[in-house]
Each structure stands twice: as structure tokens, then as C-alpha cells.
């Protein structure tokens, strides 16, 4: 199985900040990555698929790059609806693996 | 709009069975893979299963196999997982999530709110 890690675990960031967040996978997935934010209470919600494609509706200031092995997650500036708990998740092969989740939470 | 509507949670004592089902709308269901994702409280994310659009084809993560059976009817387009010989560590909120043509190499959007499986005594 591919495990990922994703560091840090926990993240606090004040508002305006520009946020990083790493995700290492265990052997090369490709660009079969994504990146999934929830809030608490919430089902997660999709930011980027295949390691850096936006999706509709998600503001520019999420970015994503990376191949291989080693992934980011960066938020430029950061906002005060962005504080949640970020998740990376593999698809190149069964099973569809998560890391293990950064928290972003308020200076 | 595509729509996700999980149900059939609820407290089962250890040992027993349990159907979620999860209702969709607003897209071709049967075109689409689906998975099923759980969170145990205060944890992180677990896939547990996927679906090929037409239903020939299954994957689950090891921790279930052989214990949950995924399925789904696109006449009523409607995924389901049915869960037996149920342990503690499967309390968590159940989520569904639409795949594209497969699960394998796409991405899970959206998802459904989650519905909640306690196994206690």
C-alpha cells in the first residue's frame, strides 16, 4: 500500500500568511494527487485534482504542485475561512490512500 | 446540481449488520465510479470501497473486505454498502462520493454530508 505523510500536522497561521502544507508519498504516484479541505462538522470539499488542477470555484489563492513523490499545497495569502483540517489523497493504485491531515489554525 | 443523500446509519451492537444507501441526483449516475470514505471521530479519512459505473467491478481497502459488500442499483441510482460482522473500530460517519469514469487515476467530487454508524453495546 502507498502510505502518505503529510507534514505539519498542525499549523498555526495568522490571516495574510502564505501557507505551505507537504505531502510525501511512499513510492511515485505520478500527478494522481489530491487535495480536499474540511471544516468541522463538514464533508470535505475537492480543492485540486491531479496534483495541480484548481477546481471551479475554489479561489486562485490555492495552489498545488508536485510528481513523484513529493507534493505541496500552498495558500498564498491566507483567509479566515481558510482555517480547516487539509487533506492529500493518492489514486494511482488501489487502495486509495489519505495522509494523515494538516490542521490550519488561528494565531 | 449533482446531489449526494446518505442514509441508514444508527447505533448496531457489535457483531451486526448494517445497509447504508446513498441517493443521487443530478448526473448520469451509471456513467459515474462511486467510493465510500469514513471518518472516525476526531480522525482522519478512510477510503473504505469503490465501484465501476456499471457495478462489475469492486475494490476495498483490507480493512473491511470480506466483511462489506458495495453495490448499486442505477435503475434507482442509488449506491449501497452493506456492512456486516461489524467491529468498534467501524464507528465513523460514512461518506459517498462520486468518482469520474473510475475512482482509480480521477478524483472524489462531491461528496454527501456522512452519515453516522456507532457500534457499541
Known amino acids: 500500500d502507498i502510505q502518505l505523510t503529510q507534514s505539519p500536522s498542525f499549523l498555526s497561521a495568522s490571516v495574510g500568511d502564505r501557507v505551505t502544507i507537504t505531502c510525501r508519498a511512499s513510492?511515485?504516484?505520478?500527478?494522481?494527487l489530491a487535495w480536499y479541505q474540511q471544516k468541522p462538522g463538514k464533508a470535505p470539499n475537492l480543492l485540486i485534482s491531479?496534483?495541480?488542477t484548481l477546481q471551479s470555484g475554489v479561489p486562485s489563492r490555492f495552489s498545488g504542485s508536485g510528481s513523484g513523490t513529493e507534493f505541496t499545497l500552498t495558500i498564498s495569502s491566507l483567509q479566515p475561512e481558510d482555517f480547516a483540517t487539509y487533506y492529500c489523497?493518492?489514486?494511482?493504485?488501489?487502495?486509495?490512500?489519505f495522509g494523515g491531515g494538516t490542521k490550519v489554525e488561528i494565531k | 446540481e449533482v446531489q449526494l443523500l446518505e442514509s441508514g446509519g444508527g447505533l448496531i451492537q457489535p457483531g451486526g449488520s448494517l445497509r447504508l444507501s446513498c441517493a443521487a441526483s443530478?448526473?448520469?449516475?451509471?456513467?459515474?465510479?462511486m467510493s465510500w470514505v469514513r471518518q472516525a471521530p476526531g480522525k482522519g479519512l478512510e477510503w473504505v470501497s469503490a465501484?465501476?459505473?456499471?457495478?462489475?467491478?469492486?475494490e476495498y481497502a483490507d480493512s473491511v473486505k470480506g466483511r462489506f459488500t458495495v453495490s448499486r442499483d442505477n435503475s434507482k441510482n442509488t449506491l449501497y454498502l452493506q456492512m456486516s460482522s461489524l467491529r468498534a473500530e467501524d464507528t465513523a460517519t460514512y461518506y459517498c462520493?462520486?468518482?469520474?469514469?473510475?475512482?482509480?487515476?480521477?478524483?472524489?467530487?462531491?461528496w454527501g454530508q456522512g452519515t453516522l454508524v456507532t457500534v457499541s453495546s
Open positions: 443530478g448526473f448520469t449516475f451509471n456513467s459515474y465510479a
Open positions: 465501484i465501476s459505473g456499471a457495478g462489475d467491478a469492486t
Open positions: 513510492q511515485g504516484i505520478s500527478s494522481y
Open positions: 491531479v496534483a495541480s
Open positions: 462520493t462520486k468518482c469520474s469514469a473510475t475512482c482509480w487515476h480521477a478524483w472524489f467530487d462531491p
Open positions: 489523497q493518492q489514486l494511482n493504485s488501489y487502495p486509495l490512500t
